[in-house]
């Protein structure tokens, strides 16, 4: 398998074992092992053991190098392009917005058209698909080096279905780690995330069934927030999406192939307010070019309670 | 006579007015049930509730109002005498409520009922409950144990969701204070499927009544005891569309796998075109349901 392009901000733990395996990218099995390990000492969680529950991170917590290089990046474009709007005169600052966002529609159209379209009618869509029910299943994580799901619990409603979701494709892996993005004040999603996470330790102890954790990101705008105040928190929110879609998870940091948990494969929404943001960070993202094409694939699950209009067209 | 509680309805009409003994504080339910379809009789079978074991079985109805924003015009229907009678001549003897923020209104308007205004149903209310599904399953029949009762619940997917994971007779009220209609049009689709009842403020007696006939049409009387559903999902069972999206991101694997899933349908072909050569009716019969 060729070595996927990685950005050239990653930088690699502190770990002897990972420089053997930063060349490689063969498809088996990490040991079990690793997988379930504490953290490393430069992280700022304490020890746990694999069955304890999930750690819930706050965004912006810890700044690991990378968070720091990312937002430096970010910032020292904004800053240019403010100091080319002061500067500039008006012909070359609209020639150079010009130049921008023909670069952002040709690499949004360019993603767009390249995403992998699944074939109408395939088996993986449908529930019993293979012929035989003995045959085994066309498509095996199993080998892969990493499979990390991204889950977004919005309010409420839209949580509980995500939690069905997520039970009805849960298959025990150690390869595998799940990510919960949840609003902060959102209590009810997150005794549900850790009410599902429990059911698999017990089901699967030992990280049999691969890591976890949580993030808590701020809200894009409070109820009766005023609108005036929105742009600035919507600003924030995105800032906490980035780092939560691009920290890597403690657990896999001091692993073999800790390096492929850096990105979430997949991105999963059934359409609260939190998904779109962090949709929207991803999208520009990959844009961006901070984040690789086969990352960060995205899947929006309507909810079965909309019979007529689209939960995205809810404020 | 005594009877089960399956097959509701054939065995009642005798017309005898049968009033259960071991009944202390309840006020005399009136048998002459409108709708025949509660079956009274005498046997001891224990019940999970605090009755004596000789009554009748118990029915309970389950009002939750949600997690996130009041709903004041339910509670207040709920207490209303018409809809109380109603209850209890279909049966029911509890009344749980979950209300939400809306708690120390209803306690202070359901502390002054006495027992003719609630036609001897007990209400029992709180303001929020991390188990919801004790109570839900509660409304959930059990043959020998409880009658089928009823859950009215606002229009939430996540509840009415639950609601028909257990098999609980539903009856759905949207909420008109909150802005988005989708409760509504939900509650529209549900009554259409036949999953539960749409409930309008103002006839909730009407919605009991046709809670009840769906019971018996979608035949939630006669149910085993509530199991829940494997975790996790058995392996034919399960959506593998997430796979083939990580698999998208391995572009190398997902090939290889394409590839061997070919090699496989190829092998199996010319297995099957091996195998006719002089064999016998047998085989041939084995190669056409294999």
């Known amino acids: 398998m060729a070595p996927h392009k990685l950005p050239k901000v990653v930088e690699k733990p502190t770990s002897p074992d990972l420089a053997s395996a930063v060349s490689e990218n063969h498809a088996h099995e990490t040991h079990p092992a690793e997988n379930g390990l504490p953290p490393s000492p430069n992280k700022s969680q304490p020890d746990q053991p694999p069955d304890a529950e999930p750690e819930i991170i706050e965004a912006f917590d810890v700044f690991d190098s990378y968070t720091i290089k990312l937002f430096s990046s970010l910032a020292i474009v904004i800053l240019s392009l403010l100091l080319a709007f002061l500067t500039l005169s008006w012909s070359w600052f609209t020639a150079l917005i010009a130049v921008l966002s023909g670069f952002i529609i040709f690499r949004h159209l360019s993603i767009t058209w390249t995403h992998p379209k699944p074939r109408p009618g395939a088996d993986f869509l449908s529930r019993t698909g293979t012929h035989s029910p003995t045959a085994p299943r066309l498509l095996s994580t199993t080998a892969l080096p990493a499979v990390y799901f991204l889950y977004i619990l919005g309010s409420g409603g839209h949580s509980a279905e995500m939690i069905e979701t997520i039970k009805q494709q849960f298959q025990s892996q150690p390869n595998q780690h799940r990510r919960y993005v949840l609003s902060t004040g959102d209590t009810a999603s997150q005794s549900m995330a850790a009410r599902l996470e429990a059911q698999i330790s017990t089901a699967f102890p030992d990280a049999r069934a691969g890591t976890r954790d949580i993030i808590r990101i701020r809200r894009a705008r409070a109820v009766h927030q005023p609108l005036l105040s929105t742009p600035l928190t919507c600003l924030l929110s995105a800032g906490q999406a980035v780092h939560a879609l691009t920290r890597l998870p403690a657990a896999r940091s001091a692993t073999r192939h800790g390096y492929q948990f850096q990105y979430p494969h997949v991105i999963v929404t059934n359409g609260p307010a939190t998904g779109f943001v962090v949709c929207l960070v991803a999208h520009l993202l990959k844009i961006m070019y901070v984040v690789p094409q086969n990352r960060l694939r995205m899947v929006y699950i309507e909810t079965w309670a909309r019979s007529r209009t689209l939960s995205a067209c809810e404020d | ?290």
């Open chain 2, 1 to 290: 006579m005594s009877s089960s509680s399956r097959g509701l309805g054939q065995n009642t009409r005798d017309g005898i007015k049968r009033i259960p003994d071991g009944e202390d504080d309840k006020s005399h339910i009136s048998s002459q049930a409108r709708d025949n379809k509660r079956p009274k009789h005498q046997d001891s079978t224990n019940d999970d509730d605090d009755m004596t074991p000789a009554a009748t079985l118990s029915r309970r109805c389950f009002v939750t109002i949600g997690a996130t924003a009041g709903f004041r015009q339910l509670l207040a229907e709920i207490i209303q005498p018409e809809f109380l009678k109603c209850l209890s001549d279909h049966g029911f003897d509890v009344l749980d409520v979950q209300c939400g923020p809306d708690h120390p209104w209803f306690e202070e308007h359901t502390k002054t009922l006495d027992n003719t205004q609630t036609h001897g149903i007990q209400i029992r209310s709180f303001e929020y409950t991390k188990n919801i599904q004790d109570h839900m399953l509660a409304c959930r029949n059990q043959p020998g144990v409880r009658q089928a009762g009823c859950v009215i619940s606002h229009a939430g997917s996540g509840t009415i969701l639950e609601a028909l994971r257990y098999e609980v007779p539903l009856v759905v009220v949207p909420n008109p204070t909150l802005m988005d209609n989708h409760q509504a049009e939900l509650a529209e689709e549900c009554e259409a499927q036949k999953w539960a009842v749409y409930g309008r403020l103002g006839k909730l007696p009407d919605a009991i009544s046709r809670s009840q006939e769906l019971v018996v049409q979608s035949g939630l009387n006669d149910l085993a005891p509530y199991s829940p559903p494997p975790f996790p999902v058995p392996e034919s069972e399960r959506v593998t569309l997430f796979d083939w999206m990580v698999l998208t991101c391995y572009p190398e694997e997902l090939a290889k796998q394409q590839h061997l899933r070919d090699l496989r349908s190829v092998t199996e072909n010319f297995q099957h075109e091996q195998a006719p050569a002089g064999h016998g009716i047998k085989d041939h019969g084995k190669l056409i349901f294999d």
